[in-house]
């Protein structure tokens, strides 16, 4: 069967840049599908995604002109039903065929095959294969309506019809063209109010020819490229946009470097057609504003690319992505320095009006500003954070940390109600660093107000002083206790108060900073700081820790087992987790570890039977040699665990244990342990009750048993 390449492209109006990446995949990928559905694909079938400002394309290779015929078995119903007692076909039966295009002619025909306990009639057809002109529209009419389009325009288009008239047209911009090409011939289907055809348009104001007409599917690049002055696919237009800006930072010089945001480089990816990079400046004198307040209004306000030097600081240099390539650029790079000098001018007026006001003078502006209606304004929320960062600082660092955590967060917040984070509420944290130190703090306070909001995402460096530490454990800690305390959990895809970032925030600073401290008594010294604004969520708050906890530790690589087997002990320090996973490793590795898991488990369902018989274990009330035999053991194996256990190394404490394993086997082959006599049994629990514990302050070994 011959194969011939395809190509289809929808011309349209701008589309969204932050969703034209998207787009154009989604566009790509359901179009293949549907078409390998319908088998008018081969074997080794690739697509290829197109995705410009103004176009969504697609180039499948290896497609045929119409699909081969389909053998089809169609189950109908049991036999029962659909042949009556003298093998005849009941009307259901009859119906039942007509509803496939066949009549009772049929009937000699079907098959009988087993169905589970009974027989069932089968009718064996051939489906005829779709023709591509057929298979391409429902293509295309699934891959349109199955867009991820952000929103929804509506517009009138004109009827195509004898009739005059509108007709209204629901797509993410107005479309004006449609293409599609098998080899060099157009396949005749509609979409959008458009028939398709082999022309489309090239770059707004640099296109060579207009229609830019393409001769064959395989010519799309390359013809819009020639003739059209445009770089249809988005990888090739990113990738050239990475290496003009690396060669615009050479050209000017060793001292040069650009800095690569991703989201700002695909973002411009989708606002041009054919890039151009240009260097632009501006004056010296905006570079006395914090660098992260001119990155910030360069990137996000106006694409811009800054360029620092060897040691990241700003440079008073930027680079542009123009969509055209004027043989006299002057004109396009005045244009771009006249836009960006007000936006630097308003971050140099914030910066300086901001410092007129010390960060402690608008302490009593948090007060104005609404935190939650349930929890208060910013106001009360920071003294609930000055409450809990000096309970922690004083268990941390005592009297001296307590003082500087308490100064730190009582000024944490303060930068909200500044003119600068009012327009950049990104640099919040950041902006009350730069003030603090404005104000004559120390480093040790700026650091702290401007790391408290760290981790901020997946990955993000965790805050550079223990001040700052505990300020930050402090925030985490009142945002999560208070929204755990008035039922404001998150639910699914939804966690406006991005409760799990703060729950994974504490975990990394409990375990990567290893501080001594408990979580349980974490969470209960949050809450008094809240009165009676909350109910006690304490528990379900710590389960939602543990949780996030059990997550990442099996994103790290450790299997669900052993991370359940440890943390069903709810160990109090959370930086003790990575050694106790290690520890269970290294035990059921052990040829010992499978019989003391299920011995541990045993042990565990009998007590859970017997609770409260158990009594302190009487040497003198050991009867069987098995009993006499593992506490002796006991006695020369528990005491160097418990020993090892205290010093914090567990594998060693597990491997001691592991020598345990002949006589918990033997006493369980010749001991029974729930005797007639209540004392002899009551010492039996009591033995177990004893190993048990010795057993199980790493994790929980029974949860190691298959």
Not at 67 to 75: E, G, I, L, R
Not at 408 to 416: G, H, Q, V
Not at 656 to 675: Q, S
Request: proline share 5%; with cysteine; hydrophobic share 45%.
């Amino acid at each position: 069967m011959t194969t011939k390449n395809l190509l289809v492209e929808l011309f349209v109006e701008e589309l969204p840049p932050k969703a034209l990446k998207k787009l154009g995949d989604a566009f790509a990928g359901v179009l293949f599908e549907q078409l390998k559905a319908q088998g008018l694909t081969a074997a080794g079938s690739a697509v290829a995604p197109f995705a410009s400002p103004r176009r969504l394309a697609a180039h499948v290779t290896a497609v045929t002109e119409r699909a081969a015929d389909k053998s089809v078995s169609q189950k109908l119903m049991p036999v029962s039903v659909g042949l009556d007692a003298s093998g005849q076909p009941t009307p259901a039966l009859l119906k039942r065929l007509g509803a496939l295009g066949a009549d009772a002619s049929a009937v000699a025909g079907l098959k009988r095959a087993p169905d589970g306990k009974a027989e069932a009639l089968f009718y064996d057809s051939v489906v005829p294969g779709v023709d591509l002109a057929v298979g391409l529209q429902k293509a295309l009419d699934e891959a349109i309506t199955k867009l991820p389009i952000p929103k929804v325009m509506s517009y009138q288009l004109e009827t195509d019809c004898e009739l005059p008239g509108w007709s209204s047209v629901h797509f993410v911009r107005p479309a004006h063209g449609l293409v599609a090409l098998h080899g060099s011939s157009v396949v005749p289907v509609k979409a959008l109010g458009l028939r398709a055809g082999n022309g489309t348009q090239g770059h707004r104001f640099e296109a060579a020819k207009s229609p830019v007409l393409l001769a064959d599917a395989d010519s799309y690049a390359q013809t819009l490229l020639t003739d059209g002055s445009v770089i249809a696919s988005f990888n090739d237009r990113r990738f050239a946009i990475v290496q003009q800006l690396a060669q615009a930072a050479e050209r000017l010089g060793p001292g040069y470097e650009v800095l690569m945001d991703e989201a700002l480089l695909d973002e411009v990816t989708a606002l041009v057609e054919r890039p151009n990079v240009l260097t632009c400046g501006f004056e010296e004198q905006f570079l006395e504003v914090p660098q992260e307040c001119l990155i910030l209004t360069m990137k996000a306000n106006q694409k811009y690319f800054p360029l620092v030097d060897t040691h990241g600081k700003l440079t008073n240099q930027f680079l542009v992505v123009s969509n055209i390539s004027p043989i006299d650029a002057s004109a396009v790079i005045g244009g771009n320095e006249r836009v960006v000098r007000p936006r630097l001018a308003d971050a140099k007026f914030f910066f300086d009006q901001d410092r007129k006001k010390t960060l402690e003078s608008r302490v009593p502006a948090l007060s104005k500003v609404v935190y939650h209606n349930k929890l208060g304004t910013q106001g009360e929320r920071m003294e609930r954070v000055c409450a809990i960062a000096e309970t922690i600082g004083l268990q941390l660092g005592g009297p001296e940390l307590a003082a500087r955590s308490l100064l730190s967060a009582r000024l944490a917040k303060t930068d909200l109600v500044t003119d600068m984070v009012g327009e950049f509420p990104e640099l919040q944290g950041i902006m009350g660093g730069y003030y603090a130190r404005h104000d004559g703090l120390s480093d040790d306070i700026a650091f702290a107000i401007e790391d408290h909001y760290k981790p901020r995402f997946a990955g993000d460096e965790l805050p550079r002083t223990m001040t700052g530490v505990v300020v930050a454990l402090a925030d985490k800690l009142e945002t999560l206790v208070g929204m755990f305390g008035i039922g404001n959990l998150p639910t699914g895809d939804k966690d406006p108060f991005a409760l799990r970032r703060h729950a994974l925030g504490v975990i990394r600073m409990l375990v990567e900073k290893d501080l001594p401290l408990d979580l349980q008594g974490l969470l209960a010294g949050a809450a008094p700081a809240f009165g009676d604004r909350i109910t006690d969520a304490t528990a379900a708050l710590a389960d939602f820790i543990y949780d996030r906890l059990a997550g990442g530790l099996r994103e790290q690589g450790a299997s669900a087992q052993e991370v359940d087997a440890v943390l069903a002990l709810r160990p109090q320090r959370l930086a003790d987790v990575s050694q106790r996973l290690q520890a269970v490793r290294a035990f059921a590795a052990l040829p010992a570890a499978a019989a003391l898991a299920a011995a541990n488990k045993r042990i565990g369902n009998i007590l859970k039977k017997s609770e409260g018989e158990g009594v302190a274990v009487q040497e003198s009330r050991l009867v069987e040699a098995a009993e006499k035999d593992l506490f002796a053991a006991m006695q020369k194996t528990v005491p160097a665990a418990d020993a090892e256990f205290a010093n914090g190394d567990y594998t060693a404490s597990l491997m001691t244990l592991a020598a345990l394993r002949a006589p918990v086997d033997a006493f369980f082959d010749g001991v029974m342990v729930n005797a007639e006599d209540p004392a002899l049994r009551a010492n039996r629990l009591g033995l177990l009750k004893q190993l048990h514990e010795a057993m199980n302050r790493v994790a929980d070994l029974s949860r190691l048993a298959t």
